[in-house]
């Protein structure tokens, strides 16, 4: 039975893991098991208000009573989640008395769409995390930071969070967490394009820079985009960023060899663009231009009905006479070798 | 077909699996395992190509070049007899593969459609084209061991018949291709003949030839195989025929 619900949000200060640990899964010991996605962030979390996959299920604590229950949630923390709460670092508490199912072992909590279900639920969104993290999502940007959600579940007093001196008992308590990286790989070296039959082979070098809005050799795949070339000189001179989705097509691969394609005998500009895990992606390469061009392949230009194709039903025969002639063989070898010892 | 190659399977798994007799406390061989590297070129047909006067020979030749890419094959035997040589079964498969360009034709500086009397001026494109061939073979073989056995001379003679199924497949830019409307792919059957020699290499594993030993014995040999590869005759199929020299090393087991 749901009693009451409250929701606030913070962070605790100076959240940072060196850590790049991807996980989606924590058995958090004291008796709780999380789950939850996505597990990572990257910049276009900044302005996203979807919100995260998570859930909680009780796997060996029991509650102790008719007392209430409170899963208490608030975002950051140290590695033990533990600490001095900032004033409005409590995302939202949930009632879970004796006879909830949650305590029959059948029930995984589904946050933050329980808590507060008889409030208004607390607003929990990939935008809301970020905004917390100092640096994510200003100026250059974070580069493998982690981030954290903690929760605990109060089975004695009711206040496993403390909301009156924010300090968090010990209780069951666990955590999500989240790698964040809003840095994007700098932009690719000028491509090189080998026109093919139909196709455009886009062959790209990672570039390198300086400039700390972006991270080095953090690559994870690569973009390449094209258009027909404009005859328009304005039109044409334009950048990529500059070019309308209707124009353009797109082929993304984790190889840095790209192959999209596109009609023989037109002239294209093509531009490539690297990705990193999580697909932060980075400002355009300059723009080259290539045109596909017809290639003939040994197939292609064999005098048509001279070789036909198929497996070989002349084979039948000769299978079957191997086959026998095997077959008699080792026969008549068994029953010499046989009569020899006899 | 598919009820043919089972019981070709099934038969070869019965060969396979029979016991080999000989007499005396002497290790004999049941098993050999050949690995071998030979060139290959397929003969690829011999017919005048319509409206030009070139051959399929020369088609080859416009793609895939003159030369003639290393062929790699493993090989089982497996012994049935003993009593003067070995005297067994053999089964094998292999990998080949030549590569070439598509071909780009011009007209007045312009890039077209080649067709197949023009592909003949046509310069090489950027498309990587590929004939890639794996050749199964199933057989008999004997050994004449008998001058190692006898006289410790470290040679050995050998012969094998078989009949031999050349898949093959035909692709551009890594994919499949089509001919005639269908996937570029297809077999020819065939027989073959070898005949080689084979240097015993005790001398190097002393070990071998005793019981216990990882391997009875090693050889290093060469042989000549000559296949008659064009589907017995049926002139739309690539005829895979060819002379070839192979060397490689071989192993028996006990």
Same mark, same amino acid.
């Given at each position: 039975?749901?009693?009451?619900?409250?929701?606030?949000? #913070?962070l605790?200060?100076g959240?940072?893991?060196?850590?790049?640990?991807?996980?989606t899964?924590?058995?958090?010991?004291?008796?709780?098991?999380?789950?939850w /996605?996505?597990?990572?962030?990257?910049?276009?979390?900044?302005?996203?208000t979807d919100?995260f996959?998570?859930t909680?299920?009780?796997?060996n604590?029991?509650?102790?009573g008719?007392?209430? =229950?409170?899963?208490?949630w608030?975002?950051? #923390?140290?590695?033990a989640?533990?600490?001095?709460?900032?004033?409005?670092?409590?995302? #939202?508490?949930l009632?879970?008395?004796a006879s909830?199912?949650?305590?029959?072992?059948?029930?995984w909590?589904?946050?933050?769409?329980?808590?507060?279900?008889s409030?208004?639920?607390?607003?929990?969104?990939?935008?809301?995390?970020?905004?917390?993290?100092?640096g994510?999502?200003?100026?250059?940007?974070?580069a493998? /930071?982690?981030?954290r959600?903690?929760?605990a579940?109060d089975?004695?007093?009711?206040?496993?969070?403390d909301?009156?001196?924010?300090?968090?008992?010990?209780?069951?308590?666990?955590?999500? =967490?989240f790698?964040?990286? /809003?840095?994007?790989?700098?932009?690719?070296?000028?491509p090189?394009?080998?026109?093919?039959?139909?196709?455009?082979?886009?062959?790209i070098?990672?570039?390198t820079?300086?400039d700390?809005?972006?991270?080095?050799?953090?690559?994870?795949?690569?973009?390449?985009?094209?258009?027909?070339?404009p005859?328009?000189? /304005?039109?044409?001179?334009?950048?990529?960023?500059?070019?309308?989705a209707?124009e353009?097509?797109?082929?993304?691969?984790?190889?840095?060899?790209?192959?999209?394609?596109?009609d023989?005998?037109?002239?294209? =500009?093509?531009a490539?663009?690297?990705?990193?895990?999580?697909?932060?992606?980075?400002?355009?390469?300059?723009?080259v231009t290539a045109?596909? =061009?017809?290639?003939?392949?040994?197939?292609?230009c064999?005098?048509?009905?001279?070789l036909?194709?198929?497996?070989? #039903?002349?084979?039948?025969g000769?299978?079957?006479?191997?086959?026998?002639?095997?077959?008699?063989l080792?026969?008549?070898?068994r029953?010499?070798r046989v009569?020899g010892?006899? | 077909?598919?009820?043919?190659?089972m019981?070709?399977?099934?038969v070869?798994?019965?060969?396979?699996?029979?016991?080999?007799?000989?007499?005396?406390?002497?290790?004999v061989?049941?098993?050999?395992?050949?690995?071998?590297?030979g060139?290959y070129r397929?003969?690829?047909?011999?017919?005048?190509?319509p409206?030009?006067? @070139?051959t399929?020979?020369?088609? %080859? @030749?416009?793609?895939?070049?003159? !030369?003639?890419?290393?062929?790699?094959?493993l090989?089982?035997?497996r %012994?049935?007899?003993?009593k003067?040589?070995?005297l067994?079964?053999y089964?094998?498969?292999?990998?080949? @593969?030549?590569?070439?360009?598509?071909?780009?034709?011009?007209?007045?500086?312009a890039?077209?459609?080649c067709?197949?009397q023009t592909?003949?001026?046509g310069?090489d494109?950027?498309?990587?084209?590929?004939?890639?061939?794996?050749?199964?073979?199933?057989?008999?073989?004997y050994?004449?061991?008998?001058?190692k056995?006898?006289w410790?001379?470290?040679?050995?003679? %050998?012969g094998k018949a078989?009949?031999? %199924?050349?898949?093959?497949?035909?692709?551009?830019?890594?994919?499949?291709?089509?001919l005639?409307?269908?996937?570029?792919k297809?077999?020819?059957?065939?027989?073959?003949l070898?005949?080689g020699l084979?240097?015993n290499?005790?001398w190097?594993?002393?070990?071998?030839?005793?019981?216990g030993a990882?391997?009875?014995? !090693?050889?290093?040999?060469?042989?000549?195989?000559?296949?008659?590869?064009?589907g017995?005759?049926d002139?739309? @199929?690539?005829n895979?025929?060819?002379?070839q020299?192979?060397?490689?090393? !071989?192993?028996?087991f006990?």
């Amino acid at each position: 039975m749901i009693r009451y619900a409250t929701a606030i949000l #913070g962070l605790f200060p100076g959240i940072a893991w060196a850590a790049d640990t991807i996980e989606t899964e924590n058995p958090v010991a004291n008796g709780l098991t999380v789950t939850w /996605t996505p597990a990572k962030l990257g910049k276009a979390a900044c302005a996203s208000t979807d919100g995260f996959d998570i859930t909680v299920k009780r796997t060996n604590i029991s509650t102790t009573g008719d007392n209430p =229950q409170f899963v208490t949630w608030w975002p950051g #923390g140290t590695g033990a989640c533990s600490g001095t709460l900032e004033s409005d670092s409590l995302l #939202g508490t949930l009632d879970l008395d004796a006879s909830d199912t949650f305590w029959l072992g059948s029930t995984w909590l589904d946050i933050p769409s329980d808590l507060n279900p008889s409030g208004t639920v607390p607003t929990l969104n990939e935008a809301i995390v970020l905004a917390r993290e100092s640096g994510a999502c200003t100026g250059t940007g974070v580069a493998g /930071t982690t981030v954290r959600l903690c929760f605990a579940i109060d089975l004695t007093n009711n206040n496993a969070i403390d909301t009156a001196s924010g300090t968090m008992l010990a209780d069951p308590f666990g955590w999500v =967490q989240f790698v964040v990286d /809003t840095k994007p790989p700098p932009p690719p070296e000028s491509p090189t394009v080998t026109p093919l039959d139909g196709k455009l082979s886009v062959k790209i070098t990672d570039g390198t820079s300086s400039d700390s809005t972006y991270e080095d050799d953090d690559v994870a795949s690569y973009r390449v985009m094209i258009r027909k070339l404009p005859t328009d000189a /304005t039109e044409a001179a334009k950048l990529p960023a500059e070019w309308t989705a209707s124009e353009t097509t797109s082929a993304t691969d984790t190889s840095n060899e790209v192959t999209i394609d596109a009609d023989n005998g037109v002239e294209y =500009q093509v531009a490539a663009y690297a990705l990193d895990d999580v697909d932060n992606e980075s400002p355009a390469s300059t723009v080259v231009t290539a045109k596909p =061009q017809a290639e003939c392949d040994v197939a292609e230009c064999y005098p048509t009905g001279l070789l036909e194709p198929g497996y070989c #039903g002349a084979a039948q025969g000769s299978l079957w006479g191997i086959a026998l002639v095997g077959l008699a063989l080792g026969y008549a070898w068994r029953r010499a070798r046989v009569r020899g010892a006899a | 077909m598919t009820r043919t190659l089972m019981l070709a399977v099934c038969v070869s798994v019965v060969a396979f699996a029979l016991p080999v007799f000989a007499a005396g406390n002497e290790p004999v061989a049941t098993w050999g395992l050949e690995l071998r590297l030979g060139q290959y070129r397929p003969e690829f047909g011999h017919q005048s190509l319509p409206g030009t006067d @070139k051959t399929e020979s020369d088609y %080859y @030749k416009l793609y895939f070049g003159k !030369s003639s890419p290393i062929m790699t094959a493993l090989e089982v035997d497996r %012994y049935l007899a003993s009593k003067v040589g070995l005297l067994g079964v053999y089964g094998r498969v292999g990998h080949w @593969k030549a590569s070439g360009k598509s071909k780009v034709c011009t007209e007045s500086g312009a890039v077209v459609n080649c067709t197949s009397q023009t592909v003949w001026d046509g310069a090489d494109g950027n498309t990587t084209t590929t004939f890639l061939v794996v050749p199964l073979t199933v057989g008999v073989i004997y050994r004449f061991d008998w001058l190692k056995k006898e006289w410790a001379i470290p040679l050995t003679a %050998y012969g094998k018949a078989g009949y031999n %199924y050349y898949l093959w497949w035909w692709s551009a830019g890594g994919e499949t291709t089509t001919l005639n409307g269908k996937d570029a792919k297809g077999a020819t059957g065939g027989l073959e003949l070898s005949a080689g020699l084979a240097l015993n290499l005790d001398w190097i594993e002393p070990s071998g030839g005793k019981r216990g030993a990882v391997f009875l014995d !090693s050889n290093l040999f060469v042989d000549y195989t000559r296949s008659w590869a064009d589907g017995f005759g049926d002139r739309k @199929k690539i005829n895979m025929s060819a002379d070839q020299l192979t060397m490689g090393l !071989s192993f028996d087991f006990e």
